[in-house]
């Protein structure tokens, strides 16, 4: 697999628009951290991790996507990869994309770990833009 970030994404994005609840992704340290920042931002409701087993031939995550309790709308509209394995795009924390006027979120990989554009500019630090999402 060339971009497994990129992967991780699209199958967020397929299975959000078809309204599954579960998402299970390949396994790695990378895609716990954006995970993490999804969850604190509020973007899907829960993950985990489950190391191998007999269900599993190697280390998977499992990911509870997140849906309006009325409409039942995905709560991510739109997710988009923006840094690529043949195209990087780093950016100082001054020229860290707004996502809808503040209202989605950036993911960036910094020296300080993976964060939201809302931390980074926050720790002043730039970094590679991973992703967008709304």
């Known amino acids: 697999m060339t971009d497994p970030i990129a992967d991780l994404l699209t199958r967020i994005r397929n299975a959000s628009a078809v309204k599954h609840r579960l998402v299970v992704v390949p396994a790695s340290n990378i895609k716990l951290a954006i995970l993490q920042v ?12 489950f190391d191998k087993d007999t269900e599993n031939k190697f280390p ?10 009325i409409t039942r709308e995905p709560a991510i509209q739109h997710i988009k990869r923006v840094s690529r394995p043949g195209l990087r795009i780093y950016k100082n924390c001054e020229e860290l994309p707004r996502v809808l006027n503040g209202l989605g979120i ?9 964060m939201s554009d809302k931390q980074a500019r926050t720790n002043h630090v730039g970094g590679e833009v991973l992703c967008t999402i709304y």
């Open 38 to 49: 999804m969850c604190d931002s509020g973007y899907i409701s829960n993950f985990k991790k």
């Open 60 to 69: 998977v995550i499992k990911i509870a996507l997140k849906y309006d309790a």
């Open 106 to 114: 950036a993911i960036v990989s910094t020296s300080k770990g993976v």
